[in-house]
């Protein structure tokens, strides 16, 4: 159980439900982190872009606000250092950090692994390596099967605020890289044609590292946002929950009438009291003489 102590810790003072709708913690550290804590080279540009390379050069990620568009995180893997990526990941930049995290934790964990591991291409029907696997972490929290069109496998959450769509058939391995128009697309908003947030991914990227960001989303628990920071369409759609109860009220006049009545020595019960009377007794008859 989480003490006070422990959620004034916490970097927000509200929780966001569903976590698909709490949009970006505005920084990038905690989802670099795992690729910079291995020891990957990482240099910024002059317009203060932020690109890590790990020691062999075949995996690449750039953090890039100042990018051309909206692809504040692009991912990519390679074969041959020199050679085209075997597969490419884009995040937005309004997409929940704590998602990149979950990919990025994963990403460093099947670097170490070795190539087998963070290039293992998607095959339907092999274990660990079948794509629909990426889906079943979604499936398991409610979300439901969906066929918006031709060639097209969806899931959709609850609140219809988010889904993933899956692309079969062949597809443009740049568009893939450079355009929406990949395997795989995560989103969240009203629509996806108009999403608040989105990820792609292409065709070649490991199940296991689609998995990770499918179970951080579907993940019941709520992220923590600053509310002033929040975006007005969170406001209207989620559930702000605040991470701190209130404070107790401040007490009212008749409070302060209570407490100093409490405060008073307790009557003494009427038996208690000694009564003394200024007439004497009459007194008893002696005994005869």
């Not at 690729?35 to 990620?61: C, F, Q």
């Not at 696997?133 to 031709?150: F, Q, S, T, Y």
């Not at 009203?190 to 960001?213: C, E, G, H, M, N």
């Amino acid at each position: 159980m989480t003490s006070h102590d422990d959620l004034r810790t916490i970097d927000g003072d509200v929780f966001v439900s569903p976590r698909h709708l709490a949009s970006s913690t505005g920084t990038g550290d905690p989802a670099l982190a795992p690729l910079i804590d291995l020891g990957w080279d990482h240099h910024y540009d002059e317009d203060s872009n932020l690109y890590v390379s790990a020691p062999d050069r075949r995996v690449r990620l750039g953090y890039l606000p100042e990018g051309e568009d909206d692809g504040l995180w692009r991912i990519n893997a390679y074969k041959d250092s020199f050679g085209p990526p075997a597969w490419g990941v884009c995040f937005n930049d309004r997409v929940p950090t704590e998602f990149v995290q979950a990919f990025t934790t994963v990403l460093a964990t099947a670097y170490e692994q070795g190539p087998d591991a963070y290039l293992a291409r998607p095959v339907a029907g092999i274990d660990e390596h079948d794509p629909f696997l990426a889906v079943v972490p979604l499936l398991k929290h409610g979300w439901e099967i969906e066929r918006p069109r031709w060639g097209v496998f969806a899931v959709q959450a609850p609140d219809g605020l988010a889904g993933l769509e899956f692309t079969t058939g062949d597809l443009d391995p740049e568009a893939e890289l450079t355009t929406r128009d990949a395997r795989w697309q995560l989103w969240a908003g009203k629509s996806i044609d108009r999403p608040v947030w989105y990820a792609t991914a292409s065709t070649d990227t490991p199940v296991a590292l689609l998995t990770a960001v499918t179970q951080s989303v579907a993940d019941p628990a709520p992220l923590p946002r600053w509310r002033q920071e929040t975006f007005s369409y969170i406001k209207g759609m989620a559930q702000l929950t605040p991470i701190l109860p209130p404070g107790p009220p401040a007490p009212t006049p008749l409070d302060v009438q209570r407490a100093a009545t409490s405060r008073r020595p307790a009557a003494l019960p009427a038996t208690s009291v000694p009564r003394w009377s200024t007439t004497s007794r009459t007194a008893l008859p002696g005994p005869r003489r």
